[in-house]
C-alpha cells in the first residue's frame, strides 16, 4: 500500500508544484496524461473505492497498477471478496489486465475496530437519506427534526406534532438502507397540537403543488435507499396523485413496507398494488 500511496503523493505534487509553473498548455496536457500520472489515478481510485466498500474495507489489499494492468495483492478472508475486488477493478476505466494474488484466509479477520473514514461517509449518507426521506414524506416536521447517525445507529430529537408522526419518523429511519437501529427521542409537542398549529414554516407556507412526476420521482428514491426493497422489480408510475406499482417482490412483507413507503409520500392521494405480486 506504501507505493500506492507514493503514486497519490507524486500526483499531488504534480498538481501542487509542477503545473502552475509550466507555461507550455501542451506540456502540461501532455503531463496530466503520462502513463506515470493515469497509473497513480487508477491506484487511487481502486484504493479509495475498496477502502469505502462495507465488504472490503479493513482487508488487506494492495493495489499496484502498471501501463493498464492491475496486480491485487494481500489477504482477505473469503472468496466473495476475492471474486469483489476483481469486479471493482475491471470497471475502472483503462484498466486492461487483472492479476489477482490476493490470498485467502478463512482465519483472517479484517481490521473494523475502529471508526474510520469509510465510517464516517456511511454515518453522513444515512443521515442524508433519512432527512430527505423526512421531507419527501407527509411527515410535517422535519425542520425541528435533528437526525444523528453513529456506527449505523440513528438517533431522532426534536419535536414533533403527534405519536403518529413521531413513529413515521421512527419507521422511515429503521427502513432507511444500512441502518442498524433507531432510537426515537422525539418529544410530541402538545402545545402545538392542541392550539392546532404547527412550528414547521414549511408547512404553515402555502402548500406547494405536487405533480405526479415528482411523486414518481420520489417514490422510486425512496424505495432505492430503503431496506428490503429492490426498486429495480418494481415499475412506478403515477396518475392524478394516486401511485401504481407493478413488478414482483420477494414475500408479503416487502409488498407491504413498499406500499406503506409509497403511502407516505407527500402528495399520494393513494397506492394501486394489484399488479405488485410475490
Do not use: C
Amino acid at each position: 500500500m506504501m507505493y500506492t500511496f507514493a503514486k497519490i503523493f507524486f500526483l499531488f505534487l504534480i498538481f501542487a508544484y509542477v503545473l502552475p509553473v509550466t507555461v507550455d498548455d501542451t506540456d502540461a496536457a501532455n503531463l496530466l496524461n503520462s502513463q506515470t500520472v493515469i497509473d497513480a489515478r487508477q491506484e487511487a481510485q481502486l484504493w479509495t473505492t475498496y477502502t469505502l466498500n462495507p465488504y472490503l474495507r479493513g482487508n488487506n489489499i494492495n493495489v499496484l497498477v502498471d501501463d493498464g494492468k492491475v496486480t491485487l495483492t494481500g489477504t482477505v478472508n473469503e472468496a466473495m471478496s476475492k471474486e469483489l475486488a476483481s469486479q471493482i477493478a475491471r470497471h475502472v476505466q483503462g484498466i486492461k489486465v487483472i492479476d489477482n494474488q490476493l490470498v485467502i484466509d478463512a482465519g483472517y479477520i479484517p481490521l473494523s475496530a475502529s471508526h474510520g473514514y469509510a465510517e464516517e461517509i456511511d454515518d453522513v449518507t444515512i443521515t442524508a437519506t433519512i432527512k430527505s426521506k423526512l421531507i419527501w414524506s407527509k411527515y410535517r416536521d422535519s425542520e425541528s427534526t435533528y437526525i444523528e447517525t453513529t456506527g449505523r445507529d440513528v438517533t431522532l430529537r426534536g419535536t414533533t406534532e403527534d405519536s403518529e408522526s413521531r413513529t413515521l419518523a421512527g419507521s422511515l429511519a429503521l427502513s432507511t438502507r444500512g441502518v442498524e437501529s433507531v432510537k426515537n427521542l422525539l418529544l410530541i409537542n402538545y402545545a402545538n397540537t392542541s392550539s392546532g398549529k404547527n412550528t414547521n414554516n414549511y408547512w404553515n407556507a402555502t402548500p406547494p403543488v405536487v405533480v405526479d412526476s415528482w411523486i414518481t420521482s420520489k417514490v422510486r428514491s425512496t424505495f432505492r435507499y430503503s431496506n428490503s426493497i429492490t426498486d429495480s422489480v418494481i415499475d412506478v408510475s403515477t396518475a392524478q396523485g394516486i401511485v401504481i406499482l407493478k413488478g414482483t417482490l420477494k414475500n408479503s412483507a416487502e409488498h407491504a413496507l413498499a406500499v406503506e413507503l409509497a403511502r407516505n409520500i407527500r402528495g399520494v392521494k393513494d397506492v394501486k398494488s394489484d399488479e405488485l405480486g410475490f
